[in-house]
């Protein structure tokens, strides 16, 4: 069954009134940082500006926060409500965007399934889920940062098995690809059910939250699955790309 874009709404609402209720127990200060809803022209502006239809979980998302706000630039910090320094609202999406396509450089002897099995196996690039890990595409978009190191995509390009418009958490320095979620609306639930779960048993809960909000490691690859393929590459041969 095709869901109506009333179901769409609803979700999404529902699952925002779970993220805030969670943050109202643990971290009420952050709820501040809540954007107020975008217009529909700048939502629209966004997509006619990266040549993309976004998601339209994500859209009715946007209608009910644009993103976070930074907070106060003096001390004390006031935290952020999501595990990152903000998600973007519509001006930032577009400049995140273009600035991490900016980064693109196509490179054959790189972007190859077989070269990314081997750095897979040899420990120098973490893949949890269907993940293409090429710096820059084209085929993603940034709605959320954490200083720079850490960024959320839609990712409109996924491997084999993942779904378009995918969740994925990148962390270039360290070479970490996480997919976090298939869907936006996935991902608000995620990460309500989390909230839920450090306000009722907080060292069962895969959240960790200090005065500046929650860590920005949530739902990175955990360090005992270094090493090993996601799914999609597991019959993939590897091949080294470094001269012999």
Request: glycine content about 6%; aromatic content about 8%; proline content about 11%.
């Amino acid at each position: 069954m095709t869901d109506t874009g009333a179901d769409v709404d609803k979700r999404v609402a529902e699952a925002w009134a779970r993220i805030e209720a969670g943050l109202s127990r643990v971290l009420p200060a952050s709820l501040r940082q809540l954007n107020a809803q975008a217009a529909v022209q700048a939502i629209d502006a966004v997509e006619a500006a990266l040549a993309v239809q976004l998601p339209q979980d994500f859209r009715v998302s946007l209608r009910i926060h644009n993103g976070t706000d930074l907070g106060p630039t003096l001390p004390p910090p006031e935290p952020s409500p999501v595990p990152l320094t903000y998600l973007c609202d519509t001006n930032e999406i577009i400049e995140m965007t273009r600035m991490w396509r900016d980064n693109y450089h196509p490179e054959p002897d790189w972007d190859d399934p077989q070269v990314w099995a081997y750095l897979v196996d040899t420990e120098m690039l973490w893949l949890n889920g269907p993940v293409r890990p090429i710096i820059g595409s084209p085929g993603a978009v940034v709605v959320g940062d954490m200083n720079g190191d850490v960024q959320w995509l839609l990712d409109f390009d996924p491997a084999p098995g993942g779904t378009p418009g995918q969740v994925v958490r990148v962390d270039v320095e360290c070479a970490s690809w996480d997919v976090l979620a298939p869907s936006w609306t996935q991902l608000l639930v995620r990460y309500a059910e989390d909230l839920e779960l450090y306000a009722a048993d907080p060292d069962n809960s895969t959240l960790e939250i200090d005065h500046l909000g929650p860590a920005c490691e949530w739902g990175s690859t955990p360090t005992d699955s270094w090493g090993m393929r996601p799914a999609w590459l597991q019959d993939v041969q590897p091949r080294s790309p470094y001269p012999s």
